[in-house]
């Protein structure tokens, strides 16, 4: 039976070319600027209501493949919204004077911060030359000299009243070297010696010493008083002293207040300060770092002290809008915990690791409070506890800062808990569709917080207009990128490949990527051949080159194929056995590569065996592929017997796993090759999926699959009778090289269609396949009838065994 010619796909139909002189222009110099997105309306819409919205909730997710621009065009909508935005506040941490562990949070309008944390240095600057300088002046002496004045005539007066009372009844108070007080009798105004007071009579003595008795026991009670009155000395100079500290610091402090009268919190702090500063005055009459007194080099532990506590009146500034223009947009790429919510930092004193409130640094959330967050989903995921964070402080509405072993509760020793800041942010979460749906799936909080998707394309139609429109996207990636313009014949070979990378003559790849590469690939060539515009030859050149570099395995898988090492026949007919096609991916290269399927029957139990299954090298998708041919050989033939063969499937010299059920139209054929004992031609490869009806489906890479097999056969020679054979449904899809094409026109190569398995059968054996007539049966000597009369001898085999069986088994008993 000779072939039909409506069967083949005309030549006219493998290639959707581009015509150059569809475009009104030389150049993409001549065309405007391209200032919306390209083939992503459904994407833009959902970006706009999603940053438009301002509820709880209504997170971004924009979701799609690599390489189609998706965190560009946020960026894009992002930029342009923050800057009709007001500007955030500016935040900082200062010290907190009741709770030193719990710093405070002070807000301030945009560019305040940064101005206060200066105005606090000035001030200390100002009090350290202010506070010494009140304490020098003649009258603080003065008043110092009266309180120390007092002190001691009190002191005195107490002493030259005992002094003159003892002196009455002849006795002396005496002071010692060592500070002390003690009594003596006098004889004559002068004390008398040990000696001679033994020698007096006892009465006399014992009158003596019960005087000097009562004596000291009113020293002693003069003695106790001394501490209360320097007690009370100390009490009057201290106060004293916070008075003159009080006029050095208010009229400093009052001058600041007034400049953030209207910053409530800001006020409650100053006048914390003040009261601090008075209380520790003696700190600000130290030398200044650099001026002080050393000791082998070292600061004195007394000034060092007083140098550390004065970083309490510093001011952490977090956050600084002080050159900001709108609301910030910000990329973290960094996605740790702490570089989200921010981190406390230590540093090493003596060997020890210490903290305080201006070790606080800022998060992205810091940095992007009051606008928005852009964050890559997968990064984040990876680093730990940073998805955790992040849902925590969208949940609360707050940043709080602390380390991952608070966090956790792994650590019980005090550290800073800085206030937290409240947080209004719209977050953006950039990433891949897998990662959307499995958090969708395995996450409740997700779908509570990321209530708004951007679903990016990967495709857009392909037409006149889209093709102008797609002219213009190239001319403004040339002139962002700094590359020559592209002639129109450039760019239609670009629209040419844009289609093969779509797989779909019908529509265009927006894999921004991709093409962004292309373009400054052919831009090289173009500069390489000293051209000043990129033509078509440089397009092609650059897709040439970008295949060769990445082809070496397949070069060195047709270089086996051609040396008889992996055997694929490209001639002649066989019986169960036909050449499958399949796709190699290796990172951004894919290529097709022909299989040898073979298929084996006999007498069994109804069961088509899947060897690439039975090791485990077949994955899911391909053994459910083998399972529906047992149900299209049950649903077609003998459907009154029982389904008695058994049958095994192969992919030979297969050693890595086999996926997909592109090939299952291969193994049917195959399998009823084997059945009918008829011959299949070997020049033509086959590639496509069947159902249970017999139905051939639509698979994917069917160019690059084309492409392999020709390959092969091109480099053992084109005969005129070698071809493959595709779904229908993939017409569409053709986009093959030139030279696959210029075979096609030669009539040296042929790429046929069909729908069913019956039209494959066809062509692949050259007989009818036959379809039942009124009575049920299949025309004689179709593929068909051949293939359900092995199967009625199977089943009548089947049953004469077993039924013999029956009667030696009947025989035994």
């Not at 001549?30 to 390209?38: D, F, N, R, S």
């Not at 709770?99 to 200066?118: I, V």
């Not at 800001?266 to 520790?280: F, R, S, T």
């Not at 062509?763 to 179709?782: D, H, M, V, Y």
Request: aromatic share 6%; with cysteine; hydrophobic share 40%.
């Amino acid at each position: 039976m000779s072939m039909k010619r409506t069967e083949k796909v005309p030549p006219q139909q493998l290639c959707n070319r581009c015509d150059p002189d569809q475009f009104g222009f030389e150049t993409t110099a001549e065309l405007e600027e391209l200032t919306h997105v390209v083939g992503q309306p459904r994407a833009v819409d959902a970006i706009q209501f999603g940053i438009g919205i301002q509820r709880e909730g209504y997170h971004l997710f924009a979701m799609g493949p690599n390489g189609v621009g998706k965190q560009t065009i946020v960026r894009r909508f992002l930029d342009r919204r923050a800057a009709t935005e007001e500007i955030p506040s500016d935040w900082c941490y200062v010290y907190n004077f009741q709770h030193a562990h719990k710093p405070h949070a002070l807000r301030f309008p945009p560019g305040q911060a940064q101005k206060f944390s200066r105005d606090m240095e000035q001030l200390v600057e100002d009090l350290r030359t202010a506070i010494p300088a009140a304490f020098e002046t003649d009258e603080h002496r003065a008043r110092r000299h009266e309180i120390d004045a007092e002190f001691t005539d009190r002191r005195g007066n107490a002493l030259e009243e005992l002094r003159a009372r003892a002196a009455k009844q002849d006795i002396a108070l005496i002071q010692t070297s060592d500070g002390g007080f003690m009594f003596a009798p006098m004889r004559n105004g002068e004390a008398i010696d040990p000696d001679a007071f033994s020698k007096l009579g006892e009465q006399e003595r014992n009158r003596i010493e019960m005087v000097i008795r009562g004596f000291q026991a009113e020293l002693e009670k003069i003695v106790r008083q001394i501490p209360k009155l320097r007690q009370e000395r100390a009490r009057k100079i201290r106060e004293f002293n916070r008075r003159v500290t009080h006029v050095a610091v208010s009229a400093l402090i009052e001058e600041l207040q007034k400049q953030y009268e209207k910053l409530s919190e800001v006020q409650k702090y100053l006048a914390e300060v003040q009261q601090d500063i008075i209380d520790h005055a003696e700190n600000f009459r130290q030398p200044k770092e650099g001026e002080q007194v050393t000791l082998f080099g070292m600061a004195l532990p007394q000034a060092e002290a007083a140098e550390n506590a004065l970083r309490r009146y510093r001011v952490n500034v977090l956050i600084d809008h002080s050159v900001s223009k709108g609301a910030p947009v910000i990329c973290e790429d960094n996605l740790t915990y702490n570089n989200l919510v921010g981190r406390i930092e230590h540093l090493q004193q003596m060997g020890v690791l210490v903290t305080d409130f201006t070790l606080i640094k800022p998060g992205a959330l810091h940095r992007a409070n009051g606008g928005y967050l852009i964050i890559e989903v997968l990064k984040l995921l990876q680093q730990p506890f940073a998805w955790e964070g992040l849902k925590r402080a969208l949940r609360s509405r707050e940043i709080r800062t602390e380390s991952l072993g608070q966090m956790l509760s792994l650590i019980s020793t005090v550290s800073l808990e800085p206030e937290s800041i409240p947080l209004n942010v719209k977050v953006v979460l950039v990433g891949e569709r897998l990662l959307y749906y499995l958090l969708h799936h395995f996450d409740p909080d997700f779908s509570e917080l990321f209530k708004v998707v951007a679903d990016f394309e990967e495709t857009m139609e392909s037409s006149l207009e889209t093709n102008l429109v797609y002219a213009q996207l190239i001319g403004s990636i040339a002139r962002k990128e700094g590359l020559r313009q592209f002639n129109r014949a450039g760019v239609a070979r670009v629209i040419e490949h844009s289609l093969r990378l779509a797989g779909d003559a019908e529509k265009l790849s927006i894999e921004m990527q991709k093409i962004t590469d292309l373009l400054r690939e052919a831009d090289y060539w173009a500069d390489e051949a000293n051209r000043p515009t990129v033509t078509s030859e440089d397009v092609q050149r650059a897709i040439d080159t970008q295949q060769y570099r990445a082809d070496r395995l397949r070069d060195r898988l047709q270089e086996e194929i051609q040396r008889g090492t992996i055997l694929i026949d490209t001639a002649g007919e066989k019986v169960g056995q036909v050449n499958g096609l399949s796709v190699l991916q290796l990172g951004n290269f894919a290529f097709g590569h022909p299989s040898r399927i073979t298929a084996r029957v006999r007498l069994g139990g109804g069961k088509v065996i899947d060897i690439e299954r039975e090791v485990e090298l077949g994955g899911p998708i391909h053994s459910k592929g083998v399972l529906i041919l047992s149900g299209f050989l049950t649903g077609r033939y003998v459907p009154d017997k029982p389904l008695s063969l058994s049958a095994s499937l192969v992919f030979e010299q297969s050693y890595a796993g086999v996926e997909g059920d592109s090939a299952s139209s291969a193994e049917l054929y195959a399998l009823l090759s084997a059945l009918a004992e008829v011959p299949i031609k070997q020049s033509i490869a086959v590639t496509g999926s069947v159902n249970q009806h017999g139905e051939i489906q639509a698979i994917g890479g069917v160019n690059d699959k084309i492409e392999g097999f020709f390959d092969v056969c091109k480099a053992r020679g084109l005969t005129g009778d070698h071809g493959v054979l595709i779904p229908a449904a993939n017409r569409k899809h053709l986009m093959l090289r030139q030279e696959v094409l210029d075979a096609a026109a030669a009539e040296k190569f042929h790429i046929y269609a069909a729908t069913t398995i019956d039209e494959g059968i066809e062509i692949l054996t050259g007989l009818q396949a036959g379809r039942r007539n009124e009575q049920g049966k299949f025309p004689e000597n179709s593929i068909n009838q051949k293939v359900e009369r092995r199967l009625i001898e199977f089943a009548e085999q089947a049953r004469t065994f077993h039924g013999g069986a029956g009667e030696e088994e009947k025989e035994k008993r």
